[in-house]
C-alpha cells in the first residue's frame, strides 16, 4: 500500500492531465509492485516554478517546466520491483502524458509495517487486519 506523493510546477499541467498523470502513477505502481488497483492513496502538489528544483546532478540531464518528482513511501520491495517502478512510470507518463525522461525524478523510501494506520487510530499491519 504505497503512498505516493507527486511534485509539479504549478500550470505546467492541465487538470485533465494531472488527473491522467495521477492514474498512470497509480497504474504503473500497481504494475511493478503488484499491489491492488484499490490500494490507491496519492498526494500532488503544485508549486510556483522557483520552489521545485531539481538538477542534474552531474549527468547532463536537461529539465524543463514540465518536471515530475515522484516519492513513494512502500514497505521494502525488491530490487528489481523498484527498477520496474521506474521503468513503468517512464513509460506510462510519456504516453499518456507526454512527461520526457528527463523530467522525471522518482525516489523511494521504505517502512515498515507499525508505520502506517488507514484509520480509526489502529496499525491494521499489526493487528492482522491486513
Known amino acids: 500500500m504505497p503512498l505516493v506523493m507527486i511534485d509539479t510546477v504549478r500550470g505546467s499541467y492541465d487538470e485533465t492531465q494531472l488527473r491522467t498523470l495521477l492514474d498512470a502513477v497509480q497504474d ?11 490500494d490507491r492513496y496519492q ?9 521545485l528544483v531539481a538538477l542534474d546532478t552531474g549527468l547532463g ?4 517546466e514540465k518536471l515530475v518528482m515522484v516519492r513513494v513511501a512502500s514497505k521494502a520491495r ?10 513503468s512510470l517512464a513509460r506510462t507518463l510519456h ?36
Open 28 to 38: 504503473a505502481v500497481v504494475e511493478a509492485f503488484d499491489v491492488p488497483s484499490t
Open 43 to 51: 498526494i500532488l502538489t503544485q508549486h510556483e516554478p522557483f520552489e
Open 61 to 64: 540531464i536537461d529539465r524543463s
Open 78 to 87: 525488491a530490487e528489481e520491483a523498484k527498477v520496474a517502478l521506474y521503468r
Open 95 to 130: 504516453e499518456r502524458v507526454g512527461v520526457e525522461g528527463a523530467d522525471l525524478v522518482v525516489s523511494i523510501t521504505e517502512n515498515g509495517d507499525a508505520d502506517w494506520s488507514f484509520g480509526h487510530g489502529e496499525a491494521q499491519f499489526l493487528t492482522g487486519a491486513l
